[in-house]
């Protein structure tokens, strides 16, 4: 897989390349680039976004700038899904996450304060996706999130043997995972449940199906 996110902050991103899943894949299943919007724009000193028209706080990202930025990197050709990341899109679940995880290549459009103008939104994205009905000062820890949440679906990215239930998974019927116990077997009275302890995998399944809890 591809995968270029759109930023004004590319260092928030660094981190992500030296720990799992993204170092994992890196240049084997996954190629990870990180664009800054004010590395193209069209505007003088490095601008790139501009008061609301009609008035209001905050800033709000052009569309110019971002077409001028996606248009350096594709050449005006866009075969893929662009998302851009908005309170006001679609609620990131393990369906579309599994969904994106499957695609070639992706792009991710993050924005600062008040966000986009709208014409990025109806002309630029195929997709708007939110992380939450909740506003943060930027598009980067949405944008973060949907990069671990996809990349972690990628052959190689986990140590063998894990991811293989996820959270909300067809397999947990959309729930959340059932609790986890590690050793020690007991700690200051408090014990792991003895069913886990049994050795019997049969009712190991059967009580984990049942401590499923639900997110709906």
């Not at 947990?172 to 609790?179: A, F, K, Q, S, T």
């Not at 009275?189 to 709906?216: F, N, Q, Y």
């Amino acid at each position: 897989m591809r995968l270029d996110v759109f930023t004004l902050i590319p260092g928030a991103f660094e981190w992500l390349r030296e720990r799992r899943p993204v170092a994992a894949v890196l240049g084997t299943e996954l190629e990870l680039r990180v664009f800054n919007y004010r590395d193209t724009t069209p505007l003088r000193a490095g601008q790139v976004d501009d008061e609301p028209y009609g008035g209001g706080v905050g800033m709000v990202l052009r569309v110019d700038v971002v077409a001028a930025a996606l248009d350096s990197v594709y050449g005006g050709l866009r075969d893929h899904r662009v998302v851009a990341l908005t309170p006001k899109g679609r609620q990131l679940d393990q369906e579309l996450v599994e969904e994106l995880a499957e695609e070639p290549a992706l792009t991710l459009l993050s924005a600062r304060f008040e966000g986009f103008d709208q014409r990025i939104l109806d002309h630029l994205s195929t997709d708007v996706v939110s992380i939450g009905p909740y506003v943060l000062s930027g598009g980067e820890i949405p944008a973060m999130a949907v990069v671990d949440a996809v990349v972690r679906r990628l052959p190689g990215a986990l140590t063998e043997g894990s991811g293989e239930v996820e959270s909300f998974s067809p397999a947990l019927d959309g729930g959340l995972e059932y609790p986890h116990y590690t050793r020690p077997p007991e700690f200051r009275g408090w014990e792991v449940p003895e069913i886990l302890l049994s050795g019997d995998h049969g009712r190991i399944d059967a009580w984990r199906r049942e401590h499923v809890r639900s997110a709906r």
